[in-house]
């Protein structure tokens, strides 16, 4: 087996995403690995227009971009410290294209992600990024659902 050397956490500050970081760390210790949160920025659609149809506006906004850098900068001292390696990517577009590129990019072997689910006619139109993420990902995905059961690491 190939050894885990770099893991892929996508944050979306949900507490979904913050506890999938939690189970990352331990999973991170296991195997030393260094950490890679990113954190998506999606660009605003905005209705359609008769003449050009839907228009995406790129979320440019300096101040939202410094905002999410310091939560990320916040979470990674608070939550991760020093117990392993880690860094932190902000990109902006669709989350689902822009977690499989950077997980290409930066060459990582394993992507863990949380997922709650979608159910009825919001998961048929759009479904989840998660369950995108693991069809189009260069590598195996691990996916948590709450509540989180499975690997347990001995402290």
Not at 95 to 120: K, M, N, Q, S
Request: proline share 6%; charged share 30%; net charge negative.
């Amino acid at each position: 087996m190939e050894p885990i050397k770099k893991i892929l956490v996508p944050i979306d500050f949900s507490d979904y995403s913050k506890r999938a970081l939690r189970y990352a760390i331990d999973f991170s210790k296991h195997f030393n690995s260094e950490l890679i949160l990113v954190s998506v920025i999606e660009p605003m659609i905005y209705p359609a227009d008769f003449s050009m149809g839907q228009v995406a506006i790129p979320a440019t906004d300096q101040n939202l971009t410094e905002r999410i850098e310091n939560e990320l900068k916040s979470l990674e001292e608070n939550e991760i410290g020093n117990q392993v390696k880690s860094k932190r990517i902000i990109k902006s577009g669709k989350p689902f294209y822009e977690i499989v590129e950077t997980a290409r990019e930066e060459d990582v072997d394993l992507i863990i992600i949380a997922t709650h689910g979608h159910t009825g006619v919001e998961h048929l139109l759009f479904g989840s990024t998660a369950e995108k993420v693991v069809r189009k990902a260069p590598c195996p995905v691990l996916t948590l659902r709450e509540p989180i059961k499975g690997f347990r690491f001995e402290k």
